[in-house]
T-cell receptor, first 113, second 117 residues
Framework: QQQVKQSPQSLIVQKGGISIINCAYE??????FPWYQQFPGKGPALLIA?????SEKKEGRFTISFNKSAKQFSLHIMDSQPGDSATYFC????????????FGSGTRLLVRP | EAQVTQNPRYLITVTGKKLTVTCSQN?????MSWYRQDPGLGLRQIYY???????DKGDVPEGYKVSRKEKRNFPLILESPSPNQTSLYFC????????????????FGAGTRLSVL
């Protein structure tokens, strides 16, 4: 199955809180899992990515947690800031004849001051 | 500055009137792709191109055409637009289709919002 299921659809967090966005996949051949951040009026931009041989990757306040056995991965935003308010997409790719990224449905995050 | 440039940014048209959305990248990338973004559906790939004169269908290619005559340009053509093609469109490019590595980031344009009446 070439799908990536993302939840929640929207999320409201207070400033300083932790934002958590979850994604699940079926295809065990996926071997690259990026997260994209999109601000209104802009295109998506790569935020952070992980390979399945690593269980966690951290870059500043952003952390990807990866659970290979459960086929799930999540984005954690620590100390969330109003400037983090954006739409976040998880994605997955598989290097076969397809050569494409499969995107989740997106999560709209609002961080309240 | 690394850029993917789409034009126009906004377009309102009527059913059946052929239109072209242009896309140009200045990074000498081999891989280019078109996506459409619809609420609750995320980004869905329309067409992609591995290199000049090499294009292939994505997940939602019906009603669209593309061409890749030059490495930097990848226009999206709607021969006979219909209202169900009202959407936000993004062009993207990357070094190659593996999307891996610090230098192989997929860059997106700012988007083209299309309304077909």
């Amino acid at each position: 199955q070439q799908q990536v299921k993302q939840s929640p659809q929207s999320l409201i967090v207070q400033k300083g809180g932790i934002s958590i966005i979850n994604c699940a996949y079926e295809n065990t051949a996926f071997d690259y899992f990026p997260w994209y951040q999109q601000f209104p009026g802009k295109g998506p931009a790569l935020l952070i990515a992980i390979r399945p041989d690593v269980s966690e990757k951290k870059e500043g306040r952003f952390t990807i947690s990866f659970n290979k056995s459960a086929k799930q991965f999540s984005l954690h935003i620590m100390d969330s800031q109003p400037g983090d308010s954006a739409t976040y997409f998880c994605a997955a790719s598989i290097v076969d004849s397809s050569y494409k990224l499969i995107f989740g449905s997106g999560t709209r995050l609002l961080v309240r001051p | 500055e690394a850029q993917v440039t789409q034009n126009p940014r906004y377009l309102i048209t009527v059913t059946g009137k052929k239109l072209t959305v242009t896309c140009s990248q200045n990074m000498n990338h081999e891989y280019m792709s078109w996506y459409r973004q619809d609420p609750g559906l995320g980004l869905r790939q329309i067409y992609y191109s591995m290199n000049v004169e090499v294009t292939d269908k994505g997940d939602v290619p019906e009603g669209y055409k593309v061409s890749r005559k030059e490495k930097r340009n990848f226009p999206l053509i709607l021969e006979s637009p219909s209202p169900n093609q009202t959407s936000l469109y993004f062009c993207a490019s990357s070094l190659d289709a593996s999307f891996r590595g610090a230098k192989n980031i997929q860059y997106f344009g700012a988007g083209t919002r299309l309304s077909v009446l």
